[in-house]
Every structure is written in structure tokens, then in C-alpha cells.
């Protein structure tokens, strides 16, 4: 029974908690630059959720094979291995989205979460735990593109997965869609987070 | 001490050997799909931009030790249509690819389809809207294609820049100019026609 309540936990606190881009800052270069419509940012999450779990499974089952000195080049080569499949399956199967997205797969190599959580918990843990840290971190940064996803598009564009919402009335505000508005919506994200869970800390206190 | 580097260098080297199998075997399934996206992408970009043509051949020449290619668009009755070709060129951020159709009286274009472009969303990037790329139908090539802003054209050889992404506009613009030079030059009117 505790052993499903730890797992439960692993999973969980990418979710809220720990979640990578608002909490952690880590992997916040794909959450500024690919998210200025919901379908790239869903898209860009589920690779990284694909990378995540299978590099943590990987390093998980290697934990006690790879020696301490040339841990990091090993999970590096494993890493790499990974994006490279998820790029080529995205370039073969799904062109658009692969055209979408442009370099930011290959650069999912240098997304500190993947190395983060490979270092920080997969190292450590069976493989049980490293799969629900994958999955729990993974989904909970896929939801962080979302949101950055909703909130550009449906200001940038007036729509939102290419349903136009708004009408003709409204004047997109093409500053969402750019750099400038990635960085905007990022940083209110982020202070919102941090003012719920200060909130949530203060009632469970008092 | 010995013991540990003999570890670190077998654990590292079969790391790299099995993920480069790994790699192989998926890129032996991959590529065959890859490529044919790439084809079809292609072909359809060709039949957009020559409408009537309902097959096509390829013609390849070296120039400059460059390869240039022509896609010569034939109609069911075999009869040339026109010739389709790749305009290559930097844009306001990174590369855009065009495919430009230019009839056989080598003066009008046919139109062009945006196939790849990094440029601004929102602003450069309405170059790939049907607006933007419909105003080449029908253009003239000489004594070469221009653009003005913020009014209608008013000479068969200009187009209307996009409000606000003049630069990107622009960028289109030359790219096919420069391939439409190139191509006049290497690949002569008498001898596609023949």
C-alpha cells in the first residue's frame, strides 16, 4: 500500500508540484519558442514525454551497469538515440507537425529535464518510479505547453486549434504569437503558480 | 584503477553500438516514408502551380557545378503545359522554398506555391496565403517581377506587398527572380520547347 502511495507521488508531483516549466524552470526553451499555437505545443510535449519515459527506463534499468565517471556521456549517447527516432517517426508519419515544429525536436538532446530527471531521479529509483516520474513530469509539462498554447493562440490569432472563436471584431494582438509575447505569458504563468501554491501553503499551515 | 577504465570503456562502447543499430534499423523503416512525403509534397506543389499539367519529367542540368532541375508539366495528351522549378533564397528568418510555374511563352508565370518559410506568424508568414501567392498567377517575368506597397498594381509584372511585411515580400520577390534568371539562362525556351 505504500509502495502504490509513492508511486502515486512520483507521478503527481510533476503535475503541480514540481511542474518543469513553472516550478522547476527547466525546459523552458521549447515552452517559449514552439508554443504559439496549442497543436505545436501538445505536439512538442508528447515528444518530450516519449523521450522522457523511454531515457528514464533506459537509465533506470542501466543504473547499477554504468560506472559513476562516464554516467553523463552514457545518458547523453541514450538520449540522443531517442530524439532521433522521435524525429524521424514524426518526419514520417506526421510531416506537418514535423515541419512545425522545424529544429526544436532535435533540440529536445539539450532539454534540461530529460538530463534533469535522468540524473535527479532515474539514476536513483527501479524502474517503477522512474516510469511514474517520467509520466507525471512528461504529462505535466505537455499541460504547460497547452496552457502557453491556449492563451497565445486564442490572443494571437483569435482561435483556438485553428476554430476561429473570436469574430471579426477582435484585432489579434500579434505581439502573442511573437517572441515578446512568449515571454509575457510565461512570466504571469509563472508568478501565478508561485501565488496558488504560496496560497495553498499558507491555509494547510494555519 | 585498470579494472574501472576497461568497465567505463566497454559500457560506453556497447552503449554507442546498440544505439547506433538501434538507429540504423529505424532509419531502414523511416526513410522510405520520409522521401515519399518529401515526393509527394513535391508533385502536388508542381500540379498547384502548373494547374492543367497531369504528369510531369524531370530535367537536370549542371550549371556552375550546381544542379538545376526543371519540372516539365505535360497534360493528358502529352502536350508540354508548362515548366515548373524550386526558387531557393533567404527570407526575413531563415530559408524559403518556392515552387514557380512559368508557362511555355517563357512570360507568363503560373503561379507559385510557398513550400517552406520561417517567417514571422502573423505577418511574413501570409506569404503562403492563397492572397499573397494567387497575385503571381498570370504575372509577367520581364523585365522582371516587382512589388509596391499599400496600392493595387498597376503594370502586368507587379504584385502588392503584404502590409507590414514588406521585407518577407520582398524576399519572394527576389527569390524568384533569381531563379527565373537562372533557369531563362540554362535551360533555353527552344530546347524545353523541342
Not at chain 1, 109 to 127: D, S, T, Y
Not at chain 2, 60 to 83: F, N, Q, S, W
Not at chain 2, 102 to 113: A, S, T, V
Amino acid at each position: 500500500m505504500a509502495d502504490k502511495q509513492n508511486l502515486w507521488h512520483e507521478f503527481k508531483k510533476g503535475l503541480w508540484q514540481d511542474i518543469p516549466p513553472f516550478r522547476l524552470v527547466l525546459g523552458t526553451c521549447p515552452t517559449l519558442a514552439v508554443t504559439n499555437s496549442v497543436i505545436n505545443g501538445v505536439a512538442m510535449g508528447l515528444a518530450t514525454l516519449f523521450v522522457l519515459l523511454t531515457s528514464n527506463i533506459t537509465v533506470s534499468l542501466l543504473r547499477k551497469i554504468v560506472p559513476g565517471q562516464v554516467r553523463i556521456a552514457a545518458y547523453v549517447v541514450i538520449i540522443a538515440l531517442y530524439v532521433t527516432v522521435a524525429d524521424m517517426f514524426l518526419a514520417a508519419m506526421f510531416p506537418p507537425i514535423s515541419k512545425a515544429l522545424g529544429p526544436y525536436v532535435p533540440l529536445i538532446v539539450v532539454n534540461c529535464i530529460i538530463l534533469g530527471r535522468a540524473e535527479a531521479f532515474a539514476q536513483k529509483n527501479p524502474l517503477m518510479p522512474s516510469i511514474m516520474d517520467a509520466l507525471g513530469m512528461g504529462i505535466g509539462f505537455t499541460m504547460s505547453l497547452a496552457v502557453m498554447g491556449v492563451i497565445r493562440e486564442l490572443f494571437g490569432f483569435g482561435s483556438i486549434m485553428d476554430i476561429k472563436l473570436l469574430g471579426d471584431w477582435f484585432e489579434p494582438w500579434i505581439v502573442m504569437i511573437l517572441p515578446g509575447g512568449a515571454f509575457i505569458v510565461f512570466g504571469f504563468l509563472v508568478a501565478l503558480v508561485n501565488y496558488l501554491s504560496r496560497k495553498k501553503a499558507e491555509t494547510i499551515c494555519h | 584503477m585498470n579494472n574501472v577504465v576497461t568497465k567505463m570503456l566497454l559500457v560506453l562502447t556497447v552503449i554507442g553500438a546498440v544505439s547506433g543499430g538501434i538507429l540504423a534499423g529505424v532509419f531502414h523503416v523511416a526513410d522510405p516514408l520520409i522521401q515519399a512525403n518529401r515526393e509527394k509534397e513535391l508533385k502536388e506543389a508542381i500540379f498547384v502551380v502548373l494547374p492543367e499539367a497531369k504528369d510531369y519529367k524531370v530535367m537536370e542540368k549542371e550549371v556552375d557545378k550546381e544542379k538545376l532541375a526543371i519540372y516539365k508539366g505535360i497534360d493528358a495528351e502529352e502536350k508540354l503545359v508548362g515548366i515548373a522549378f524550386i526558387a531557393d533564397g533567404g527570407g526575413f528568418q531563415g530559408n524559403i522554398r518556392i515552387m514557380v510555374g512559368l508557362g511555355i511563352d517563357y512570360l507568363k508565370l503560373k503561379g507559385i506555391k510557398i513550400l517552406e518559410q520561417n517567417e514571422t506568424p502573423g505577418l511574413g508568414n501570409r506569404i503562403k496565403e492563397p492572397a499573397f501567392e494567387g497575385q503571381f498567377k498570370g504575372l509577367e517575368i520581364k523585365p522582371k517581377v516587382e512589388y509596391i506597397k499599400y496600392r493595387k498594381p498597376e503594370k502586368p509584372n507587379q504584385i502588392q506587398a503584404i502590409t507590414g511585411a514588406t521585407i518577407s515580400s520582398d524576399a519572394v520577390v527576389k527569390n524568384v527572380n533569381n531563379a527565373v534568371s537562372r533557369v531563362l539562362k540554362a535551360f533555353p525556351q527552344e530546347e524545353v520547347l523541342k
